[in-house]
């Protein structure tokens, strides 16, 4: 919160880049935005998320889909001289437009991935990279880094990697907290590699009623012997 963030979005519209920003933050259904359909006593709420949005955040989107890890550079290089940013997000990566002559698929992932690192290196930002999933990894229910689509030197580059799943439990209680309904809503999202003082490989995570995002989940008290 409060840093200036780049989001270099490659399949999405900003337009709906921004909307479901807006939906997280306001808690206005993304829907509701884009029908007109907003409750009188939820545009007071919108209004000071645009605000937010716009001002306290410092939110940059870009959609155009001609991206190159040059260009990408020169425009984070701007930015960051002009409004000081610090962090981008790259929605996806394998969406980059750099010339590649090869035949495998890896080697252009895993070129690609050693500019976004020298580039993240050189200009001292932090990168959210976005990358998709090989057939079996989507067909897995935990799906882990070697369904990652690509080289495994996206593996070694990433100083954070994350997979998000289907919920998977990690032990007996939690398996038994939730009911099947409940289970739809919620989503696992597992470390593949962090650093070592990171307190937790599996985070629950459950998603808002209506609203593009998800939130902590609190795992209910439950004992084996209630089971």
């Not at 919108?46 to 949005?53: G, V």
């Not at 790259?90 to 090869?102: I, S, T």
């Not at 809503?185 to 597992?190: F, I, V």
Request: net charge negative; proline share 3%.
């Amino acid at each position: 919160q409060g840093v200036p963030v780049a989001y270099y979005s490659m399949e999405m519209a900003r337009t709906s880049v921004a909307r479901r920003q807006l939906s997280t933050l306001s808690g206005v259904g993304e829907r509701a935005m884009r029908t007109g359909q907003v409750a009188d006593a939820e545009i007071g709420a919108l209004l000071n998320s645009i605000n937010k949005l716009s001002c306290a955040y410092s939110f940059f989107i870009s959609d155009d889909r001609h991206w190159t890890t040059s260009s990408l550079r020169a425009d984070l290089s701007r930015l960051m001289a002009e409004h000081g940013v610090r962090v981008f997000v790259l929605d996806y990566m394998e969406k980059l437009k750099d010339p590649w002559h090869g035949q495998e698929d890896y080697g252009r992932t895993a070129m690609l991935s050693d500019r976004i690192t020298d580039i993240a290196y050189d200009l001292g930002v932090h990168a959210l990279v976005i990358q998709r999933m090989t057939k079996s990894g989507f067909a897995a229910h935990t799906a882990g880094a070697e369904h990652m689509s690509g080289s495994s030197q996206l593996i070694h580059d990433g100083d954070i990697v994350g997979v998000l799943n289907e919920f998977t439990p990690v032990d007996e209680a939690e398996k038994h907290s939730v009911s099947a309904e409940e289970i739809k809503n919620l989503r696992t999202l597992t470390f593949a590699k962090l650093r070592e003082e990171a307190p937790r490989r599996h985070v629950h995570l459950v998603q808002r009623p209506g609203i593009p995002a998800f939130a902590d989940w609190a795992r209910p008290t439950i004992s084996l012997e209630d089971v």
